[in-house]
Structures are given as C-alpha cells and as structure tokens.
C-alpha cells in the first residue's frame, strides 16, 4: 500500500468509498456524497490524500477549513475513509498519520474530528494519532428521525504554529 496526493481523476473511486461510509449510518451526516465541485470547494487544496493498493485505491483523507476567517486559517477537520473490503488493515492508521504530516508541513497547528459514538473504531483511530476528546455535542444533528451525538477530538500539533 502508498499513500499519496489525491488526483481529480481519483474522484470516481473516492466518492464510491465515501458512499460506503454514508452507508454505515455512523460517518457523517450526510445522505450522499456531493459532486466533484462541491466537494473539492469545501476542502483545502492540499492534504489531500489516497491509499493505493496495486494501483486501486483503497481510502481517503482530506482537511476542510473549520472557518474561512484568518484567525482559524490553520485550523482544519479531518475526513478519513476507507473501503469496506480494505478496513481492519491500517489503511486508515496510515491515512491518518499521512495527513497528520502533511498538515504540519501546511502550518496547519490544529486538527478535528467530529465522530459518532457509535463509530468506536475512528474513535481509537483517532485516538492512536494523538487526538484527544474535547468533549461531547449532545444531539447535534437529527439523522433519519434520531438525535445523534458528535464526539469532538483534537491534535494540537508540537510542531506547526508553535
């Protein structure tokens, strides 16, 4: 496996995987992955990555600004997803520190992720990168009729806006 700059013509392969995401019920929020524009302006241009298996790629992580103002301009969230066939396997593990290296070297000084409860394995993920729980947001959204928490996590970078 690699990990490396996500290209344009990946899209097609990230999108089917992040549809799998949106399936668990425990990813996002969202009911269906958008279209390449929309989702290419709401991440940053760089840190944004693939892991390649035998030429197939196999999951994906990118950063979103939090904000778009200048205070939180190296303030990031992260996204990582992997393909269902391809979990379990520290795909997600070297996603995840890949990112966490590029952002550094972005001068992006904080990461976040928001996490379902439920989604324990992203959680541990998360928590094997250096991220640290801030907290809870109790019924932040509704999904198909239900109130879901959000779990909040952190990494503060030692490197990056220090």
């Known amino acids: 496996m690699t990990v490396e700059p996500m290209n344009p013509s990946d899209w097609n392969i990230v999108r089917a995987i992040y549809a799998e995401g949106i399936a668990t019920g425990n990813a996002t929020f969202a009911n269906a992955p958008p279209e390449w524009e929309e989702w290419d302006q709401q991440h940053l241009g760089s840190c944004r990555l693939v892991a390649r298996s035998i030429e197939e790629v196999i999951g994906w992580a990118a950063l979103g600004p939090v904000s778009r103002r200048e205070v939180y301009r190296g303030v990031a969230e992260v996204s990582v997803y992997v393909a269902e066939r391809a979990r379990r396997n520290g795909v997600g593990a070297a996603l995840l520190s890949a990112l966490v ?18 989604n324990t ?26 109130w879901r928490d959000v779990i909040l996590m952190e990494r503060r970078s030692r490197t990056a806006g220090v």
Not at 101 to 118: D, K, M, N, V, Y
């Open 101 to 118: 290296s590029s952002s550094e070297r972005e001068g992006i000084w904080t990461l976040q992720a928001g996490i379902f409860p439920e």
């Open 121 to 146: 394995a992203s959680i541990e993920l998360h928590k094997q990168a250096g991220f640290r729980i801030v907290g809870v947001r109790e019924r932040l959204g509704a999904m198909r009729g239900c």
